[in-house]
């Protein structure tokens, strides 16, 4: 039996060429846009790309020297959700019951209600890649016209999410995406697909921009603000995606001869697709992954990640959920971008993306505008990673 349902498995998989572990960021509320509507929380996913070996606070690089004050505000908000799960209701009601603690007091906090971890990789090392993302900003309209040709769309209705972990448990964080043809669950459409058939998502669209290299990378981002035609500005998040495996064209464009290794940076790109527009679209194609938006309320202070919180600049980190668990406080021992100059900092797992797989590995939020997407971009860092969790 154990082997048929694996055999199932298999034929699922390969059906659906494409999958994603993370979860649908929430949607928030129209009558009450300043609000943050929060899931319920799934149970912890299993830790299974990590081990976590308890140490001692004096062996977290830079951890005293670290003003921790910006992330006790992006803590605060990973309580919204957390508090609903019984291992942090303890720590997390005890955080909201300090009223502007200091810098030693927060230090305190954290060394009084948690134990530190060091995060080890699978072959057993101790260090990873660290990236980073941003918020980027672009120029749209509610109407399509010459200026304004490409479409950000909305999640269709046709994209199925199909969730297996009622019938096989070990496969409960995994879900799927695809779409009927008949009686059939197929693929969804994949990027190449939709750039070649406009009219597969006819009546989706939610606003157009005028450049095709900065909509391809506020897919990759995830959120972004839109400067409209009218003046005013639009903040729009992830909303679904398509379920494809994330392909860099970065890489792509390294093994054609296209850029050299140096040079794959997302500026780099963007100055190829500038230089290249012919070749752009089979380019951008060979990232089969597709996002999805929504219109998010102009007061979020941040986009929203994927624990249903607004992302704190320099402070909220994408992880993979089966190495550290959502919303928990990491501290990260990296250097700044393109530089051997530490960066050592207590940051908030907020988020996830489909390129963050494995224990040490993370993607640092840098904020929004024209600075924080340079310093993304420039960011690919080697790094150590401490989870901090809960005392009891």
Known sequence: MKNQSRFIIVIILSVLAGCATEPIAPISSPEKPAEIAVPLPPLEPPLTKSTHKRVQWSDLTGWVDDDLTPAWAAFLNSCIALNQRAAW???????????????????????TYFVPYQIINIDNTTEGLITGYYEPLLKGSRK???????????????????????????????????????????????????????????????????DEV???????????????????????????????????????????????????????????????????????????????FRELSADLSGPIGALGVPLTAGRSIAVDPQSVPQGAPVFLATTWPNSNKPLNRLMIAQDVGSAIKGGVRADFFWGFGHEAGVQAGRMKQSGKMWVLLPKK
């Not at 005890?94 to 810098?103: F, G, Q």
């Not at 096989?168 to 058939?197: C, F, H, Q, T, W």
């Not at 296209?258 to 290249?276: D, F, R, V, Y």
């Open 144 to 210: 399509s016209s010459g200026r304004y040709r490409y479409p950000i769309y909305a999640a269709p209705d046709g994209l199925l999410t199909i969730e297996l972990g009622a019938a096989y448990p070990e496969l409960k964080d995994l879900k799927l995406r695809g779409r009927l043809n008949g009686r059939k669950v197929v693929p969804y459409y994949s990027r190449a697909d939709i750039m070649n058939n406009p009219e597969l998502l006819r009546g989706y669209e939610l606003l157009w921009v005028e």
């Open 214 to 292: 900065e909509l391809f990378f506020l897919h990759v981002q995830g959120s972004g603000r839109i400067v409209l035609d009218t003046g005013e500005t639009m903040k729009i998040g992830f909303a679904d995606q398509n379920g494809y495996p994330y392909n860099s064209i970065g890489k792509t464009l390294v093994q054609r001869g296209e850029l050299p290794l140096a040079k794959a940076s997302m500026q780099g790109i963007k100055q190829w697709g500038q230089q290249n527009p012919d070749k752009l679209p089979e380019l951008l194609q060979q990232n089969a992954r597709y996002v999805f």
């Open 89 to 111: 209701r303890d720590s997390c009601q005890s955080a909201v019951s300090l009223k502007n603690p200091n810098r030693s007091g927060i230090r305190n906090f954290f060394e």
